[in-house]
């Protein structure tokens, strides 16, 4: 295999920057620019050198083969952060035979091909590089640490054990077995069903972590919306006036409320309207209202008109300001109040938030599911059926292997690796 190498810091200016190479010719090549290595896994300081000229002083970190993020012979140079120092260090090391740049995602996909990460894991790390709140963070650490891989592996022993205690009805099948194994093979199919089921029914919630939640501002025109939203954002995000129908499209601030993502929708107010441009932007309202996961209703005079609040929406009157009553974006009143009530309904709607966190890891989840389901009509039907049920059981076992990437993934692999920054 390759030696790779990378730089593995943010680009640009900075106090340190840090470059990573992994593969066989990793020690050796950092050997060439400082002459001696530090012993593994302690930092050296070391003058780099390459052609007679000194390029910079660096931290040097070696590690070894089986005890490394890649599995592999490491080393990592910490250099000083600017962008000519960084350039002429790769610029050595690109002239080192069985050296090449890393492609996006190869140190960690390295990680994942010699066994140092599962396929969960991997998801979890993308996961933690974006991560902007510290409920995302927190998910994503915990996905890192190997928590999907070690319930799926639990759910893995019991059906396999449970596929064993049918397999073996088949081969005794001419001889009496001494046992009845299907009020066992029932209750571990149960058992694991249901640990199934709710980790299925969190499933949403950790995605909304993941991914943030959208919350739409509703209301008619002139009810204090795009106000509410500055006001919200901090900035002028809206362009606000007296006149009905300035906010003709639906405008976006991403914002931390309590530790989740979520992006606040400020929508066209709702009314009816002959204008074609303004009814273009109510309906694009009422279609992201209707698919936001929280809505807020600023109630003024005018009514509002093509949706009504669903259980859980907050329902406010606008304008404080001038009635004294609700909230204000012009004079702040009830903004904090605001903010707390959209971060409580969000954060219990988080509070069963599941292990898996992706929409692949649900759909393994579904396919499992429906094979026990099958597997244990077929164990109810008696004896005779007893392939059909083992048959059903491989079937999910392979669906909870595909979790961590044992089986079936191949071509998620490029479209994973692909979001990684190069040098990770």
């Known amino acids: 295999m390759d030696t790779i190498y990378a730089l593995a810091s943010a680009r640009g200016k900075a106090g340190v920057a840090v470059l990573r190479l992994s593969g066989p010719s990793a020690h050796g090549a950092v050997a060439r620019l400082t002459g001696t290595l530090p012993p593994l896994r302690q930092a050296g300081l070391r003058s780099l050198r390459w052609q007679g ?240 996961d929280l809505r807020v209703f600023l109630i003024s005079d005018a009514p509002i008109t093509g949706v009504a609040p669903q259980p859980g929406d907050i329902v406010i009157s606008g304008k404080a300001d001038l009635t004294g009553q609700g909230v204000s974006g012009k004079t702040g009143q009830g903004i904090a109040e605001l903010v707390d009530r959209i971060g409580d309904v969000l954060q219990a709607r988080v509070a069963n938030a599941a292990t898996v966190t992706r929409e692949r890891h649900r759909l393994a989840i579904d396919r499992a599911i429906r094979a026990m389901e099958s597997a244990a009509i077929e164990v109810e039907r008696g004896g005779e059926r007893a392939e059909l049920a083992a048959a059903e059981l491989r079937v999910a076992i392979r669906a909870l292997e595909s979790l961590v990437g044992r089986v079936d993934v191949e071509n998620l692999l490029d479209e994973i690796f692909a979001s990684f920054c190069i040098g990770k």
């Open 53 to 292: 000229e000194v390029l910079d002083q660096a931290l040097v970190l070696c590690f070894a083969a089986g005890a490394s993020f890649t599995g592999e012979d490491v080393a990592e140079l910490h250099l000083h952060g600017s962008v000519a120092v960084v350039q002429s260090v790769l610029r050595a090391l690109g002239q080192i035979d069985g050296l090449r740049l890393a492609e996006p995602g190869e140190f960690t996909r390295r990680a994942l091909e010699n066994g140092c990460l599962d396929l969960a894991q991997v998801e979890g790390l993308a996961d933690l590089i974006e991560a902007e709140t510290e409920s995302q963070r927190r998910q994503a650490l915990r996905v890192l640490s190997g928590a999907i891989g070690a319930r799926a592996d639990a759910w893995r022993l019991r059906l396999i054990r449970a596929a064993a205690l049918i397999e073996a009805t088949i081969d005794f099948a001419d001889e009496d077995v001494p046992v009845d194994v299907t009020p066992e093979v029932r209750a571990l199919l149960q058992g694991v069903q249901v640990e199934l089921m709710a980790e299925l029914s969190g499933a949403r919630a950790s995605e909304r972590i993941r991914e943030g939640f959208e919350v739409a501002i509703l209301g008619a025109p002139n009810a204090g919306k795009s106000t509410l939203l500055n006001a919200l954002a901090g900035r002028e995000a809206a362009i606000t006036s007296d006149v009905a129908g300035t906010t003709r499209d639906v405008i976006e601030v991403r914002m931390d409320i309590h530790g989740l993502a979520v992006t606040l929708l400020d929508t066209a107010g709702l009314r009816e309207t002959e204008d074609k441009v303004e009814r273009i932007g109510i309906d694009r309202a009422l279609q992201r209202a209707q698919a936001a």
